[in-house]
């Protein structure tokens, strides 16, 4: 089983999100901003980290480049209301994993966490 970190300023998507990922045997982790999203990965081991594009503060674009610098192995899929091409091709380009649009259906969420976890694994 995975640590996951869901970093999305809107309480009901993380708690969703929770649900579907415990109910599935993971450790997962909360923040509401990307600054406590850095947080808790500084201080835990995170294999799959879940971040929404747009947050007040430390946006997901700023806190999956900051993950860059870390050198870690944490695999990132970022999720956002805000479909835009272009932003989720620099975002894979900025080494994301998967962009996923919202609303998405949590078994499509399982299904790329789990291919985040093969990935990660290779």
Same mark, same amino acid.
């Not at 480049?65 to 192995?73: A, H, P, Q, V």
């Not at 805000?82 to 932003?87: K, L, V, Y």
């Given at each position: 089983m995975a640590n996951i970190l869901i970093c999305d300023d809107e309480s009901n998507i993380r708690k969703s999100i929770n649900n579907i990922l415990s109910d599935e045997g993971h450790t997962v982790y909360e923040a509401e901003s990307g600054l406590k999203g850095l947080s808790i990965c500084r201080e835990n081991k995170i294999d799959i980290a879940i971040i929404d594009i747009w947050m007040p503060g430390l946006t997901g674009t700023d806190m999956l480049?900051?993950?860059?610098?870390?050198? /870690? *192995?944490i695999v990132t899929i970022i999720i956002s209301g805000?479909?835009? /091409? *272009?932003?989720s091709a620099k975002l894979i380009e900025k080494s994301a994993f998967y962009f996923m649009e919202k609303p998405f259906s949590l078994d499509s969420l399982l299904d790329v966490v789990y291919k985040a976890l093969k990935h990660k694994k290779k």
């Open positions: 480049e900051k993950i860059n610098e870390m050198e /870690s *192995d805000h479909e835009r /091409s *272009d932003e």
